[in-house]
T-cell receptor, first 114, second 112 residues
Framework: DVKVTQSSRYLVKRTGEKVFLECVQD?????MFWYRQDPGLGLRLIYF???????EKGDIPEGYSVSREKKERFSLILESASTNQTSMYLC?????????????FGPGTRLLVL | GENVEQHPSTLSVQEGDSAVIKCTYSDSASNYFPWYKQELGKRPQLIID?????GEKKDQRIAVTLNKTAKHFSLHITETQPEDSAVYFC???????????FGTGTRLTIIP
């Protein structure tokens, strides 16, 4: 059974703080994703990684960066948090190769930036 | 890139009735179309998917249909039950990579 975990369920940070969100998967998946979920906007892709140290911008990368030093771990970094980054952040992982494209999601981190 | 539109944004149906959610996509090269269900406070989970080489797929009370010519696909839920209440997201893959583009979601409420 695939397990994707995120480091925090809830976070409260102040404007300008550096924020780290971590995601770990235990199924040896090559692909990992970070989304933000906002009411009425669905799931929007922030960054995508298809291998260790590889990353690709998604649809809304501005204000975010990522790090993938190990296959099982994918970190999302908010360099200087702003109030418009208050949101639900979801991590997901999937197998590479196109044969099994199911994305498995973590429980989400609800971030409030004050 | 791919663009996915989803309608309606909210849907209320009487328990036992059917519910239909529709999505359109823009990239004719997309060939994989999953549907995810997100219950309140929980993570999205895949409930059914379809590939472009078939027109319909069923799994008990849930079915998905795909019209490649018109570039739209739909989720059909029959004999709805209270546990079907959730937000449903459609998605389409992006040709050449393994990303998914999601629709904006449909909040389905089943009225007892």
């Amino acid at each position: 059974d695939v397990k994707v975990t995120q480091s925090s369920r809830y976070l409260v940070k102040r404007t300008g703080e550096k924020v780290f969100l971590e995601c770990v998967q235990d199924m040896d998946h090559e692909n990992m994703f970070w989304y933000r979920q906002d009411p009425g906007l669905g799931l929007r892709l922030i960054y995508f990684s298809y291998d260790v140290k590889m990353k690709e911008k998604g649809d809304i990368p501005e204000g975010y960066s990522v790090s993938r030093e190990k296959k099982e771990r994918f970190s999302l970094i908010l360099e200087s948090a702003s109030t418009n980054q208050t949101s639900m952040y979801l991590c997901a992982s999937s197998l590479a190769g196109g044969l099994e494209e199911t994305q498995y999601f973590g429980p989400g981190t609800r971030l409030l930036v004050l | 890139g791919e663009n996915v539109e989803q309608h309606p944004s909210t849907l209320s149906v009487q328990e036992g009735d059917s519910a239909v959610i529709k999505c359109t996509y823009s990239d004719s090269a997309s060939n994989y179309f999953p549907w995810y269900k997100q219950e309140l406070g929980k993570r999205p989970q895949l409930i059914i998917d379809i590939r472009s080489n078939v027109g319909e797929k069923k799994d008990q009370r849930i079915a998905v249909t795909l019209n490649k010519t018109a570039k739209h696909f739909s989720l059909h839920i029959t004999e709805t039950q209270p546990e079907d209440s959730a937000v449903y997201f459609c998605a389409a893959n992006n040709f050449g990579n393994e990303k998914l583009t999601f629709g904006t979601g449909t909040r389905l409420t089943i009225i007892p």
